[in-house]
């Protein structure tokens, strides 16, 4: 049976299932692919947003489909997140799941008010350490990937800081302009448009790279703390007992796709860096990042849902 869905395989339209809502970065770079992938395979690709519950009812939906290539979930770090912070899930991430490829990473930044006195991110460090417990470091939501990322920054810079959530980008932003926390650690796209306004300014990013958009700015790493690397990502996923040589197209298929010129302007227009991987390389990720954050979870004393 498995050869004869490989041979036969793509037999009728693909669906991505995408645990977000419609026109956000996550959505629109599953979109982007889609499109390229539907020319390459000569079947149609929709797009299935399911967002809530942390991911858990998209991930839940794939994790139950016909393992047959058809269906595919949009997996990011923050699926690593739900996995280290709920308790329980109807579904096991590592073992119900065969990471296709990467499709992009998108930078974590730590960002201050334009007029704070620090100008760099060692300038920052300096002051936290000078104030130990006075120093305010906002974030989104409990629990995102943000929140964990400020407070591995924490712990990684050796600071005592405390870190406050926010309701979203929004609030954060205010928070910041305001100057009602002393710093800010947020995904850099939404941030930027306040960052090119002079409003915000960017001390480091959080990824193993300098951004494309901000190539002056340095690295954490750069900056002197060690360890602190924390990026979002974006992959694609089937149900495990997918044939491998389904997987194997899909992961040649969208390789080829985030090597077009359209597909690139179209990701890097929402500051998504395209990079594709081997299964392997997405799946020793998605270990990878259970793993930290399930360390920084602990380390913070946040309860698991």
């Known amino acids: 049976m498995p050869a004869a869905i490989a041979q036969g395989f793509p037999a009728r339209s693909l669906r991505i299932v995408v645990p977000f809502a419609a026109g956000g970065v996550g959505d629109l770079t599953a979109r982007a692919v889609a499109t390229g992938l539907a020319e390459r395979l000569g079947q149609p690709v929709v797009i299935d947003n399911r967002p809530g519950a942390g991911g858990v009812v998209a991930a839940d939906t794939v994790a139950r489909a016909e393992p047959d290539g058809h269906t595919l979930f949009l997996m990011s770090n923050g699926t690593a997140v739900t996995a280290s912070l709920f308790k329980t899930l109807p579904y096991d991430t590592l073992a119900d799941f065969t990471p296709v490829s990467t499709l992009g990473y998108f930078d974590i930044a730590v960002l201050v008010p334009a007029d704070s006195p620090h100008r760099t991110l ?133 390789v080829a796709v985030l090597a077009t010129p359209a597909v690139q302007r179209q990701l890097r227009a929402l500051n998504v860096e395209p990079r594709a991987s081997t299964p392997q390389q997405a799946a020793a990720l998605l270990k990878a990042d259970i793993d930290r954050w399930r360390a920084v979870i602990e380390r913070a004393g946040i309860p698991r849902q």
């Open 122 to 254: 060692a300038q920052f460090l300096a002051h936290a350490r000078a104030h130990p417990g006075q120093l305010n470091i906002g974030s989104i939501n409990m629990g995102s990937t943000q929140h964990l990322a400020a407070e591995l920054f924490k712990s990684s810079a050796g600071i005592d800081a405390q870190v406050v959530p926010f309701n979203g980008t929004p609030a954060l932003i205010t928070a910041l302009r305001a100057r009602q926390v002393d710093a800010g650690v947020e995904i850099l796209g939404p941030a930027l448009p306040q960052v090119r306004a002079g409003a915000l300014r960017v001390l480091a990013v959080t990824g193993e790279r300098r951004s494309a958009v901000l190539p002056d700015v340095p690295t954490a790493v750069e900056s002197g703390v060690q360890g602190f690397v924390a990026s979002s990502w974006n992959a694609l996923a089937v149900p495990a007992r997918t044939p491998r040589a389904v997987v194997d197209r899909l992961q040649r298929e969208l």
